[in-house]
């Protein structure tokens, strides 16, 4: 356990800057064209264990915890690890830099405002502290890059958390999302843009939010009822406009941004916006986060995971539950599209055309183990999960 000795609670009140929107010369709109996307349901919960009334749900390396009234409850390639009973109601929960900066915290937030974090794949402690916030009611947290600050909403306010100290500003906004070290909420007539190291605000005036986030690149997305639209120049420019169904939510999963679009999804590209035909989702749909690239919808207490249909059927599904966690936590270092290894694994084809060398590289480690020698190794319980799913082939 780190000791929290040097994080100086020195509770200040930010200076705030605002500034407007700059709508001049804005970038002339042109509207993305609509394609087709293949959906799939991915069955995450492989045992159909009994999960309660779901309220939030994160997962970071191989680690899914849904939140529920069960408690915590820790998913570890498809299967349930554990339960941790400490708390029955949940606001919200996400990965954020962990209050030392050392690496990332898997957190939830229950219905009492505390900031719980899961150590030991068993427990969800109590670090409010971490984060020189043990006295307040914590409404949401999103981290505002990955490794250094977290911001988190308050009633009526936001503090910044940087490792060493919190930061509190007067700033009313919800729906809170970060990326590129920034912060975009919800608010009044429109979306707020709030950059911690800075103290600067900029609002961008829209009709009815509904949902704004970052995209990789760090540029702004808000959707409203019927439009999407994305930061330019400093203004945001109209995308996309759905006049047959409502804009409910939008969601970063991994570089992927998902929207969805009355009772079905999206995902919004660079150039175009790919939809769905009907998933019979319901109105109330929640769109939360998965560092898979999938996306979780939560509804009235259930949780059900969609990603991109490629064809693979339910060995599929077992890759992603099984063997994609341990290429995040063991393989993405390197084989990432783009990577130093030169050879993208990222995906489920790029695993299935290479079954063979699979099977020699990673199970029999030969000529050489994959990972090679010193960059970490898989445990008896993934070498299994790797060997069971190369044995069942589609
Ligand atoms: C530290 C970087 C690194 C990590 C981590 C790593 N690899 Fe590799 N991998 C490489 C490099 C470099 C090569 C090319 C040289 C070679 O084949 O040994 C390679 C080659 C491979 C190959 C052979 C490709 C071919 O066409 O012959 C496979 C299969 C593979 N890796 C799978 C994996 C898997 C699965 C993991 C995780 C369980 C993993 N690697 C983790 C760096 C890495």
Known sequence: MVAMSNLARALSLGGLLFWGACQDSAPAEVLLTERPLALRQVKWNAKDV?????????????????????????????????????????????????????GSWLIGIDGSGRIRRLRDRSVMEDVSDRYGLGSDVVEEAVAADPTTRTVFGLAGKLAVADGQKVTRYSLSLHGLAGGSGRVVGLSDGGVTVFTPTTGAVMRFPVDSPVAALFDTA?????????????????????????????????????????????????????????????????????????????????????????????????????????????????????????????????????????????????????????????????????????RDWLNAPP
């Open 50 to 102: 009994p999960t309660g009334n779901i309220a939030a749900v994160a997962d970071l390396n191989e680690d899914t915890v849904v939140f529920s009234d069960l408690g915590a409850m820790v998913f570890t390639a498809g299967l349930p690890l554990g339960t941790d009973p400490v708390a029955k109601s949940w606001k919200t929960a996400t990965v954020i830099p962990a209050g030392d900066l050392a």
């Open 218 to 386: 760090g540029r702004l997305v808000v959707a409203t009822a019927d439009t999407l639209y994305r930061e330019d120049k400093k203004a945001l420019v109209k995308l996309y406009v759905s006049s047959d169904a409502p804009l409910r939510g939008l969601q970063l999963s991994s570089g992927v941004v998902w929207v969805q679009v009355g009772d079905t999804l999206a995902v919004l590209d660079e150039s175009e916006v790919r939809r769905a035909p009907s998933a019979a989702l319901p109105a109330d749909g929640k769109l939360l986060s998965s560092s898979t690239g999938d996306i979780w919808v939560l509804s009235q207490g259930t949780l059900r995971r969609f990603g991109e249909d490629t064809g693979g059927g339910a060995a599929e599904d077992q890759w992603k539950n099984t063997v994609q966690p341990v290429f995040t936590r063991l393989c993405s270092l390197c084989h990432m599209p783009g990577g130093s290894a030169n050879l993208d694994l990222s995906t489920y084809k790029s695993w299935d055309t290479r079954r063979a060398l699979m099977m020699q590289r990673v199970v029999d480690a030969k000529p050489s183990p994959m990972p090679p020698k010193g960059a970490g190794a898989l445990t008896q319980d993934e070498l299994t999960a790797v």
